[in-house]
């Protein structure tokens, strides 16, 4: 029988009540990991819980922008399984808005989550894993947007990528302690989120991206399970790009140009 990947590992990964970040954890699941996860939904969390089992998953319910909350995911990690091994800061938020009447608090909340939260969850966790003399692995959720510009996302491709230069500028502090550092860039996404906001998004973007379909969570998540195992020992401070090429195109479908 083969040697489960991440057997005897555990990570924190947030933002996984559904999409990508539930199909992240549900991978990890299956390779063998414990978990801590987080959702801002209560219900979410109950939902997951309710759903894997119980000696593998921890569920925190809270905002993962928080100092004090991403502490606590820490420190679960550690008082439920021993240790923690992987971080993946898969929580954020998307706000559409011209950039001349973008409002402020929008503007707040997106440095809160995306930024804010990314830069102290990784924080945290190194300092967890260099306190325990083992090596680790650390994976943003960055997106294309960081990449290419799109209507009405300057300022959450703004964030995404910051994310992008942070996975990069930790290589030099972290890289000595055996910690990789890298982040994942995802294209148009189906998951529940997209699909709400618009019934036709697979069709729409399968029609322009080069693979001729959309990208789904699957595809993130077995990107995201390889960069965080040993396989990727020796990759850090990079950028991966999963979107099925549509970002060598450089297009978008007309209906995002509208906002």
């Given at each position: ?12 990964v947030t ?39 119980e ?10 922008g ?30 559409y ?39 680790g ?6 997106s ?30 972290l ?23 618009d019934?036709?998004?697979g ?17 993130i998540?077995?990107?995201a399970l ?23 195109l450089?297009?978008i479908p ?6």
């Amino acid at each position: 029988m083969d040697t489960l990947r991440f057997e005897g590992k555990t990570g924190i990964v947030t933002g996984a009540g559904s999409g990508i970040g539930f199909r992240i954890v549900e991978e990890l699941i299956n390779e063998g990991a414990k978990v801590v996860f987080n959702d801002i939904d209560e219900n979410q969390v109950k939902r997951c819980l309710s759903l894997w089992p119980e000696d593998k998953v921890r569920g925190l319910a809270g905002d993962a922008g928080d100092t004090d909350f991403i502490t606590q995911m820490v420190k679960t990690a550690v008082d439920a399984f021993g240790g923690l091994d992987l971080t993946i800061c898969n929580a954020g938020i998307t706000s559409y808005g011209s950039f001349l009447d973008f409002d402020e608090n929008a503007f707040e909340n997106l440095i809160n989550l995306n930024l804010r939260g990314s830069f102290f969850l990784a924080q945290k966790s190194a300092q967890q894993i260099i306190r325990q003399g083992s090596k680790g692995r650390i994976l943003f959720m960055s997106s294309v947007t960081g990449l290419l510009a799109h209507p009405y996302l300057a300022a959450y491709g703004m964030t995404k990528a910051a994310l992008q230069m942070l996975a990069k500028a930790l290589v030099h502090e972290l890289g000595p302690y055996g910690i990789t550092t890298n982040a994942i860039a995802p294209g148009a996404v189906l998951t529940e989120r997209t699909e709400s906001m618009d019934p036709n998004y697979g069709d729409n973007w399968a029609n322009i991206i080069p693979t001729g379909r959309v990208t789904y969570p699957a595809d993130i998540a077995k990107t995201a399970l390889f960069l965080v195992s040993d396989d990727a020992a020796q990759i850090t401070g990079q950028t991966v790009v999963v979107d099925g090429g549509m970002t060598s195109l450089g297009i978008i479908p007309p209906d995002m140009e509208k906002g």
